[in-house]
């Protein structure tokens, strides 16, 4: 079983749906991540969070939202999304910023 | 413009000979690289890394060399197994503080048994 784990699994959602991704991780790190992996591209990094505080947004649109209630738990709101934005969209957590990253399983997002 | 490039999205090799998947990387800033590996339906888990304080490091089955004049890395798996099929990235992170982890677009290995 995975340390970090993401719910939904899989989502379909029209372009006016409001819906939301979660990720709880059991492994106690301070730094919770979304990435973004589409088709034939690499893993793109959405947004980080260092102790609860966004410490990075990577130039993503703002019908993205994350939210970062706690250190064990991260959200992604999502609002009148695009088809393009279907991708498979990965949390992750790490001990610190610096330190090698653990991947939940992932949220296969579909936009219709 | 990608600054980790892994150029070669699939390789093939036969059970029990070595495995080279190969990375290269554009940005001298980069001081810390790592490997992952994805099954499908799971997310990426993390293999080996390497600082660029060194050229080499290894575990197990599993060895990463470091060729900062030529701005390459590779993973060598040796010997490969079927459970090794999977996708593989390479990552990189700039020296600085920087949380960002930039990753290549991966290379799937097959196993053939």
């Known amino acids: 079983e995975t340390g970090v784990t993401q719910t939904p699994r899989h989502l379909v959602m029209g372009m006016t749906n409001k819906k939301s991704l979660k990720c709880e991780q059991h492994l106690g790190h301070n730094a919770m991540y979304w990435y973004k992996q589409s088709a034939k591209k690499p893993l793109e990094l959405m947004f980080v969070y260092s102790l609860e505080e966004r410490v990075e947004n990577n130039s993503v649109p703002s019908r993205f939202s994350p939210e970062c209630p706690n250190s064990s738990h991260l959200f992604l709101h999502l609002h009148t999304l695009q088809p393009e934005d279907s991708a498979l969209y990965l949390c992750?957590?790490?001990?610190?910023?610096?330190?090698?990253?653990?991947f939940g399983e992932g949220s296969r997002l579909t936009v219709l | 413009d990608q600054q980790v490039k892994q150029n070669s999205p699939s390789l093939s090799v036969q059970e029990g000979r070595i495995s080279i998947l190969n990375c290269d990387y554009t940005n001298s800033m980069f001081d810390y690289f790592l490997w992952y590996k994805k099954y499908p339906a799971e997310g990426p888990t993390f293999l080996i890394s390497i600082s660029s304080i060194k050229d080499k490091n290894e575990d197990g089955r599993f060895t990463v060399f470091l060729n900062k004049s030529a701005k390459h890395l590779s993973l060598h798996i040796v010997p490969s197994q079927p459970g090794d099929s999977a996708v593989y990235f390479c990552?990189?992170?700039?020296?600085?503080?920087?949380?960002?982890?930039?990753f290549g677009k991966g290379t799937k290995l097959t196993v053939n048994p």
């Open positions: 992750a957590s790490s001990q610190d910023a610096r330190r090698e990253l653990f």
């Open positions: 990552a990189a992170r700039s020296k600085g503080g920087s949380e960002k982890l930039v």
